[in-house]
């Protein structure tokens, strides 16, 4: 598990450390959270995008006047009509708001707070250190911090509740116009402009000058304000603002975004993983012309244009990006191979040529899975060629009009509209009724029913098995997320939402005839015939039809290709048979800083890491199914712990019981990894040990020399 999940993570590498992006469309307010950032447009809606593991970045419909989601999990906002509504995480109760009407919201980590129409706040979720107890009175404005809460009464002073460690809950006296409430601190404007902070603080984030608003890092330690002349005003080297006129300012953990006076949004610093950065009215247009049809594979994608030729992006490492030349009616990007039907009616294929050779006859259709292909034949039967250890090859008697082949299972739709599935694990049944199209996905399944409305089933830990309602006319399920084109021509997307790759091009902007949702990233083709990809940092797919080469102790980061230290020592768990031309490198960068062996941290708060590794297998290996894993110890306390996709988790040593990375990743003969992206909160040295493991034989492969950061 811990591989394929960790080369997830290394294509997140290529989203990081974000200059300004500045976004053309009309906002009145947005908030920057830990991971996303919703904003509300002129029109009233309400626009998310970033992490959406908890289904944070996909809001509800309806016309709000104000959101907030510095929780980082969940989401609130203020309708219209008074009333707050929330979406994600609601393990608290923090997404479970009380009736009213309400003028202001605000989201913390595990509870949210409400400036009622009456001047009254209420708070609801997590109560452990009396969040939801707000002080009696008349309030004009409630700000929610990581465990304590603020607000600015009718009088202009400031009265603070919840957990009060360094004082950051004890405001100074005097008049104010606005709070806020971080992590460890809290800041105020006075009513003369002045900036004041308490709480744990360093003196330097203060800004000097006058203000009409501020924004307090919840996780990190620096802060942003618009100036009585419209300027931004932030503290700390990674996130100097842009120029401009702003009305609004708002700050996530490790990213800025703001309202200009031209009603345009624009962001900067920080990190930008989860796409938080980015959002939907950003896309990437292609350079290679008009398409009529895309397909987005693993790590590349193809398309067949207007002119029948086929052009091709991203990795190609096996030439899978290479196309054939020649006349296609359609094309299928898989894993690390490629497939097409030519205007003959013969399907043609290039890239790792592994997974078998296409039968002769004369198709309507291909569909290029992980490791194996299945195509309908113009009589309406399926012919599947590849890997078919699960009977994903194997498929049933009939006829068909579509096929979808996934990672280890296939589907299909018959004439009479039924859809039937073969091979793979049990990712659950197809419902009954008539379907018009079917896709699979990495471990899940979704189609479109014959009354535009779509279903899907198999694994949901990602949600990408609940898909949004409304009507469909095509839907594409990638490894953990899906997209889908609806009846309006809009695109909307649910599930994984790692780089962006499930938040797609604003709708009043994007128009679209048909969208490919791959393993970390999504093409669409729009009505005027321009390809829009967005994801795993799509601007990198492609430098005038090309990507730039992999090479060892390298990793690229927004573009930027950085050096990793070469590290000395290579083992074997299981073997003492160590194949000669395996090699590992790997360090840690501060603040998008170079990368070294070893570093030191002072306080983790306001310091991102990227922790990253390379690796080069030997040529016996590649394309062998290996997984990543990733080991740390943090001492003095001499815990271990492992990494999965999201989080470290205690490890008693016990390999049979090992939480891995990634899975199920076909190795190449360079590997970039990321290992940790974010602030390290622990204290103390931790030292990250990573490698990989072969499932044929169950050999693990490891760098016996350790990344160590200390945080002092």
């Given at each position: 598990?811990?591989?394929?999940?960790?080369?997830?993570?290394?294509?997140?590498?290529?989203?990081?450390?974000?200059?300004?992006?500045?976004?053309?469309?009309?906002?009145?307010?947005?908030?920057?959270?830990?991971?996303?950032?919703?904003?509300?447009?002129?029109?009233?809606?309400?626009?998310?995008?970033?992490?959406?593991?908890?289904?944070?970045?996909?809001?509800?419909?309806?016309?709000?006047?104000?959101?907030?989601?510095?929780?980082?999990?969940?989401?609130?906002g203020v309708k219209t009509d008074g009333s707050v509504v929330c979406w994600g995480d609601?393990?608290?109760?923090?997404?479970?708001?009380?009736?009213?009407?309400?003028?202001?919201?605000?989201?913390?980590?595990?509870?949210?707070?409400?400036?009622?129409?009456?001047?009254?706040?209420?708070?609801?979720?997590?109560?452990?250190?009396?969040?939801?107890?707000?002080?009696?009175?008349?309030?004009?404005?409630?700000?929610?911090?990581?465990?304590?809460?603020?607000?600015?009464?009718?009088?202009?002073?400031?009265?603070?509740?919840?957990?009060?460690?360094?004082?950051?809950?004890?405001?100074?006296?005097?008049?104010?116009?606005?709070?806020?409430?971080?992590?460890?601190?809290?800041?105020?404007?006075?009513?003369?402009?002045?900036?004041?902070?308490?709480?744990?603080?360093?003196?330097?984030?203060?800004?000097?000058?006058?203000?009409?608003?501020?924004?307090?890092?919840?996780?990190?330690?620096?802060?942003?304000?618009?100036?009585?002349?419209?300027?931004?005003?932030?503290?700390?080297?990674?996130?100097?603002?842009?120029?401009?006129?702003?009305?609004?300012?708002?700050?996530?953990?490790?990213?800025?975004?703001?309202?200009?006076?031209?009603?345009?949004?624009?962001?900067?610093?920080?990190y930008n993983t989860y796409g938080q950065a980015t959002p939907p009215s950003v896309g990437?247009?292609?350079?290679?012309?008009?398409?009529?049809?895309?397909?987005?594979?693993?790590?590349?994608?193809?398309?067949?244009?207007?002119?029948?030729?086929?052009?091709?992006?991203?990795?190609?490492?096996?030439?899978?990006?290479?196309?054939?030349?020649?006349?296609?009616?359609?094309?299928?990007?898989?894993?690390?191979?490629?497939?097409?039907?030519?205007?003959?009616?013969?399907?043609?294929?290039?890239?790792?040529?592994?997974?078998?050779?296409?039968?002769?006859?004369?198709?309507?259709?291909?569909?290029?899975?992980?490791?194996?292909?299945?195509?309908?034949?113009?009589?309406?039967?399926?012919?599947?060629?590849?890997?078919?250890?699960?009977?994903?090859?194997?498929?049933?008697?009939?006829?068909?009009?579509?096929?979808?082949?996934?990672?280890?299972?296939?589907?299909?739709?018959?004439?009479?509209?039924?859809?039937?599935?073969?091979?793979?694990?049990?990712?659950?049944?197809?419902?009954?009724?008539?379907?018009?199209?079917?896709?699979?996905?990495?471990?899940?399944?979704?189609?479109?029913?014959?009354?535009?409305?779509?279903?899907?089933?198999?694994?949901?830990?990602?949600?990408?098995?609940?898909?949004?309602?409304?009507?469909?006319?095509?839907?594409?399920?990638?490894?953990?997320?899906?997209?889908?084109?609806?009846?309006?021509?809009?695109?909307?997307?649910?599930?994984?939402?790692?780089?962006?790759?499930?938040?797609?091009?604003?709708?009043?902007?994007?128009?679209?005839?048909?969208?490919?949702?791959?393993?970390?990233?999504?093409?669409?083709?729009?009505?005027?015939?321009?390809?829009?990809?967005?994801?795993?940092?799509?601007?990198?797919?492609?430098?005038?039809?090309?990507?730039?080469?992999?090479?060892?102790?390298?990793?690229?980061?927004?573009?930027?290709?950085?050096?990793?230290?070469?590290?000395?020592?290579?083992?074997?768990?299981?073997?003492?048979?160590?194949?000669?031309?395996?090699?590992?490198?790997?360090?840690?960068?501060?603040?998008?800083?170079?990368?070294?062996?070893?570093?030191?941290?002072?306080?983790?708060?306001?310091?991102?890491?990227?922790?990253?590794?390379?690796?080069?297998?030997?040529?016996?290996?590649?394309?062998?199914?290996?997984?990543?894993?990733?080991?740390?110890?943090?001492?003095?306390?001499?815990?271990?712990?492992?990494?999965?996709?999201?989080?470290?988790?205690?490890?008693?040593?016990?390999?049979?019981?090992?939480?891995?990375?990634?899975?199920?990743?076909?190795?190449?003969?360079?590997?970039?990894?990321?290992?940790?992206?974010?602030?390290?909160?622990?204290?103390?040295?931790?030292?990250?040990?990573?490698?990989?493991?072969?499932?044929?034989?169950?050999?693990?492969?490891?760098?016996?020399?350790?990344?160590?950061?200390?945080?002092?």
């Amino acid at each position: 598990m811990i591989l394929r999940n960790m080369i997830r993570l290394i294509l997140l590498l290529l989203m990081s450390i974000i200059s300004s992006t500045s976004f053309a469309d009309d906002y009145i307010q947005v908030d920057a959270s830990g991971n996303y950032t919703c904003g509300v447009k002129t029109d009233g809606s309400v626009v998310c995008w970033g992490d959406n593991r908890n289904g944070q970045a996909i809001p509800p419909e309806g016309s709000f006047t104000q959101v907030s989601g510095v929780g980082g999990n969940h989401a609130c906002g203020v309708k219209t009509d008074g009333s707050v509504v929330c979406w994600g995480d609601n393990s608290d109760g923090q997404a479970t708001p009380p009736e009213g009407s309400f003028t202001q919201v605000s989201a913390g980590g595990f509870f949210t707070c409400g400036l009622k129409t009456d001047s009254s706040v209420a708070c609801w979720g997590r109560n452990e250190y009396g969040k939801p107890t707000p002080s009696s009175g008349g309030f004009t404005q409630v700000s929610v911090g990581s465990y304590h809460t603020c607000g600015v009464k009718t009088d202009g002073s400031v009265v603070c509740w919840g957990y009060n460690n360094y004082g950051k809950a004890t405001p100074p006296e005097g008049s104010f116009t606005q709070v806020s409430a971080g992590y460890n601190y809290t800041c105020g404007v006075k009513t003369d402009g002045s900036m004041v902070c308490w709480g744990n603080y360093n003196e330097a984030i203060i800004l000097e000058g006058s203000f009409t608003q501020i924004s307090v890092s919840a996780g990190g330690n620096y802060i942003c304000g618009v100036k009585t002349d419209s300027s931004v005003a932030c503290s700390g080297s990674n996130y100097t603002p842009p120029e401009g006129s702003f009305t609004q300012v708002s700050t996530g953990d490790n990213h800025v975004c703001g309202v200009k006076t031209d009603s345009s949004v624009v962001c900067w610093g920080g990190y930008n993983t989860y796409g938080q950065a980015t959002p939907p009215s950003v896309g990437f247009a292609h350079p290679l012309g008009s398409f009529i049809q895309v397909s987005a594979g693993d790590n590349h994608a193809c398309g067949v244009k207007t002119d029948s030729s086929v052009a091709c992006w991203g990795d190609n490492y096996y030439d899978q990006a290479a196309p054939l030349s020649g006349s296609f009616t359609q094309v299928s990007a898989g894993s690390f191979f490629t497939c097409g039907v030519k205007t003959d009616g013969s399907v043609a294929c290039w890239g790792n040529n592994n997974f078998g050779t296409p039968p002769a006859g004369s198709f309507t259709q291909v569909s290029a899975g992980y490791s194996h292909t299945c195509g309908i034949k113009t009589d309406g039967s399926v012919a599947c060629w590849g890997n078919n250890y699960y009977d994903q090859a194997t498929p049933p008697e009939g006829s068909f009009t579509q096929v979808s082949a996934g990672y280890d299972h296939t589907c299909g739709v018959k004439i009479d509209g039924s859809v039937a599935c073969w091979g793979g694990y049990d990712y659950g049944s197809p419902p009954e009724g008539s379907f018009t199209q079917v896709s699979v996905g990495g471990f899940f399944t979704c189609g479109v029913k014959t009354d535009g409305s779509v279903a899907c089933w198999g694994d949901n830990s990602n949600g990408q098995a609940t898909p949004p309602t409304g009507n469909f006319t095509q839907v594409s399920a990638g490894y953990s997320h899906a997209c889908g084109v609806k009846t309006d021509s809009t695109v909307a997307c649910w599930g994984d939402n790692y780089s962006g790759k499930a938040t797609p091009p604003d709708p009043p902007k994007s128009s679209f005839i048909q969208v490919s949702a791959g393993e970390n990233h999504t093409c669409g083709i729009k009505t005027d015939g321009n390809l829009v990809c967005w994801g795993w940092h799509v601007s990198n797919l492609w430098i005038d039809g090309t990507v730039a080469p992999l090479e060892f102790a390298t990793i690229m980061l927004n573009g930027t290709r950085f050096s990793l230290p070469t590290l000395s020592a290579v083992s074997a768990l299981t073997t003492t048979d160590l194949l000669p031309n395996i090699k590992f490198a790997g360090g840690i960068s501060v603040k998008g800083g170079t990368f070294v062996k070893s570093g030191t941290l002072q306080g983790f708060t306001g310091n991102p890491v990227v922790i990253a590794g390379s690796l080069q297998v030997d040529p016996s290996q590649v394309g062998q199914t290996a997984e990543i894993i990733v080991l740390g110890v943090s001492r003095p306390t001499e815990t271990w712990y492992m990494m999965d996709n999201t989080r470290p988790l205690v490890w008693d040593g016990n390999f049979a019981m090992l939480t891995v990375r990634q899975m199920q990743v076909a190795l190449r003969t360079i590997q970039p990894i990321i290992l940790y992206e974010g602030e390290l909160v622990t204290t103390g040295q931790l030292s990250i040990y990573f490698g990989y493991r072969l499932l044929n034989d169950e050999q693990i492969i490891y760098a016996n020399e350790s990344i160590d950061v200390t945080t002092e």
